[in-house]
């Protein structure tokens, strides 16, 4: 059964400043799913990452995958507030996708 | 627009009822998937349709069921056997296997028991 874990699953961050969420997948897999989810409102899609070295940029935000490792990882660049959110990494698995638990973003000014 | 739709957004359910969610799409994809998410938590997949009349069980199917009459339909009935519904109710849909294809999700519907 494949296992996808995010960490940290809570992060507080000041505006400004760079960080880096890790998402861990425990079967081989040549893609990764990146979501976003605002409060009460449903899940957005951030990054799809095909292949082994894939990198994704988007404003702040670049997500790079390395399917040797097994990882994935969502870098946040000069943080602003905007970016409060849960973001979610998922990994298909079969005919699912397998989501981690999320990591619960906040950016204080 | 192409995009997913569910209905309602809000729903309130007695003690002992079932209760039926809708979910369509028009983006004539193969593949719908019902998710649960609780208060602070990820997304636990409930049923899931490769393609029109055949449905599989996720990890936690018990206390729902669906159909898949139609391509653009997969409405999910939330039975009196599961005891604790409470919960945000995400409809997705795919082009099929998410090993090749994204999936897509609608605005979801949050479901409380009175």
């Known amino acids: 059964e494949l296992k996808v874990e995010q960490n940290p699953l809570f992060l507080s961050m000041q505006e400004g400043k760079n960080y880096t969420i890790y998402c861990n997948y425990s079967?081989?897999?040549?893609?990764l799913y990146w979501y976003r989810q605002d409060p009460g409102k449903s899940l957005e899609s951030l990054f799809v990452?095909?292949?082994?070295?894939a990198v994704k940029q988007e404003g702040r935000l670049m997500a790079s995958l390395d399917t040797k490792a097994r990882l994935s990882t969502l870098h946040i660049t000069a943080a602003v507030h905007d970016l409060s959110a849960t973001y979610f990494c998922?990994?298909?698995?079969?005919?699912?996708?397998?989501f981690g638990a999320g990591t619960i973003l906040r950016v204080k000014s | 627009d192409g995009g997913i739709t569910q209905s309602p957004k809000y729903l309130f359910r007695k003690e002992g009822q079932n209760v039926t969610l809708s979910c369509e799409q028009n983006?004539?994809?193969?593949?719908m998937y019902w998710y649960r998410q609780d208060p602070g938590q990820g997304l636990r997949l409930i049923y899931y349709?490769?393609?029109?009349?055949?449905?599989q069980k996720g990890d936690i199917a018990e206390g729902y069921s669906v159909s898949r009459e139609k391509k653009e339909s997969f409405p999910l009935t939330v039975t009196s056997a599961q005891k604790n519904p409470t919960a945000f109710y995400l409809c997705?849909?795919?082009?099929?296997?998410?090993?090749?294809?994204?999936?897509?999700f609608g605005p979801g519907t949050r479901l409380t028991v009175l």
């Open positions: 990452l095909l292949s082994n070295g």
């Open positions: 998922a990994s298909p698995y079969g005919n699912k996708l397998v």
């Open positions: 079967t081989t897999s040549d893609r």
């Open positions: 983006l004539n994809h193969d593949a």
């Open positions: 997705a849909s795919s082009a099929g296997t998410p090993s090749y294809n994204e999936q897509f």
């Open positions: 349709s490769q393609i029109v009349n055949d449905f």
